[in-house]
């Protein structure tokens, strides 16, 4: 707890979130129709963070969601590089960057963002969702174990499945 010039209690992150019902029971964390733009360092979100709409435009470097993420038509411009145990649904968002090396655990939504270029060593366990997107070609490090849904994109080459290169466990969607 920390303390204001008037020297009351002033609730701490968590327990602003819990007073206004957004962290639920099973540790799922809801911020959509919120004014909040951030989330403080070092947060734990023990279920899924559902900032899908809001106005958050970053999240820390080190925050964890045991869950998945959603983050649809949000703000965000760039993921940092989180520990997610889930799938990242970034559809229709301001994304235009994420970092190299990135893992999802789950499928990756990039439908309708302005991302260019996906990053050295993107390694997503589930589908890669690319429709409606700039991306131009896919880095020869992919690892992919589901489906690559790419229609509407200027996509025109798609490295061989070889094992230092791309791996792909499903289909190609054109």
């Known amino acids: 707890m920390s303390t204001n010039a008037m020297s009351k209690t002033k609730p701490a992150f968590v327990d602003t979130l819990k007073l206004h019902g957004y962290v639920d029971s099973y540790g799922n964390l809801k911020l959509g129709n919120t004014a909040l733009t951030e989330l403080p360092e070092n947060y734990i979100v023990k279920g899924f963070l559902d900032i899908e709409g809001s106005e958050i435009i970053r999240l820390p470097n080190t925050l964890t969601i045991t869950g998945h993420l959603n ?4 703000k965000l ?3 940092p590089k989180i520990d997610v145990g889930g799938y990242i649904n970034l559809t229709g968002s301001k994304l235009k960057v994420l970092p190299a090396g990135l893992t999802v655990k789950g499928d990756l939504s990039l439908v309708n963002t302005p991302i260019r270029a996906l990053p050295r060593r993107l390694n997503v366990k589930g589908n890669l969702f690319l429709t409606n997107t700039k991306v131009k ?3 020869p490090d992919l690892q ?3 489906d690559i849904y790419m229609r509407n994109t200027e996509i025109t080459n798609v490295p061989e499945n070889v094992p230092e290169n791309v791996r792909i466990g499903g289909r190609l969607y054109r």
Do not use: E, R
């Not at 983050?71 to 949000?74: I, N, Q, T």
């Open 144 to 146: 992919v174990g589901g």
């Open 77 to 79: 411009t760039t993921l």
């Open 71 to 74: 983050a649809a038509h949000s």
């Open 137 to 139: 070609q896919l880095p």
